[in-house]
């Protein structure tokens, strides 16, 4: 299996980015995914959450109207379109994803089946 999220960058306030996640060995569609950060110098922190089939998502209180989750399963693709973004959301951002499907902003203390690497999100002027 392989993760590899991509889309991070360096962004000026106000401005959007939109995070991918490619997933391979395993299939999306049975697995409920979330995405992880953690801002410099601060613990992890969940941020937002897409069902297996695609019909429920959840968001932190911090990014609930600027941040929206979608996915392709036909691209094995998660995404996290990142809209009016600020310094505070800059960050090193996660994918996670789990068989076993849970309800709510990923809790970074969970146990994931499958974590990515990372794409770095630096938001300043």
Same mark, same amino acid.
């Given at each position: 299996?392989?993760?590899?999220?991509?889309?991070?960058?360096?962004?000026?306030?106000?401005?959007?980015?939109?995070?991918?996640?490619?997933? @391979? !060995?395993? =299939?999306?569609?049975?697995?409920?995914?979330?995405?992880? #950060?953690?801002?410099?110098? *601060? %613990?992890?922190?969940?941020?937002?959450?897409?069902?297996? @089939? !695609?019909? =429920?998502?959840?968001?932190?209180?911090?990014?609930?109207? #600027?941040?929206?989750?979608? *996915? %392709?399963?036909?691209?094995?693709?998660?995404?996290?379109?990142?809209?009016?973004?600020?310094?505070?959301?800059?960050?090193?951002?996660?994918?996670?994803?789990?068989?076993?499907?849970?309800?709510?902003?990923?809790?970074?203390?969970?146990?994931?089946?499958?974590?990515?690497?990372?794409?770095?999100?630096?938001?300043?002027?």
């Amino acid at each position: 299996w392989r993760f590899v999220e991509s889309g991070g960058g360096l962004v000026q306030p106000g401005g959007s980015l939109r995070l991918s996640c490619a997933i @391979s !060995g395993i =299939t999306l569609a049975s697995y409920a995914v979330g995405w992880l #950060r953690q801002p410099p110098e *601060k %613990e992890r922190e969940g941020v937002s959450y897409i069902s297996p @089939s !695609g019909e =429920t998502t959840y968001y932190a209180d911090s990014v609930k109207g #600027r941040f929206t989750i979608s *996915k %392709e399963d036909a691209k094995n693709t998660v995404y996290l379109q990142m809209n009016s973004l600020k310094p505070e959301d800059s960050g090193n951002y996660y994918c996670v994803a789990k068989a076993r499907d849970w309800h709510g902003v990923p809790d970074p203390d969970m146990a994931y089946d499958y974590w990515g690497p990372g794409t770095q999100v630096t938001v300043s002027s």
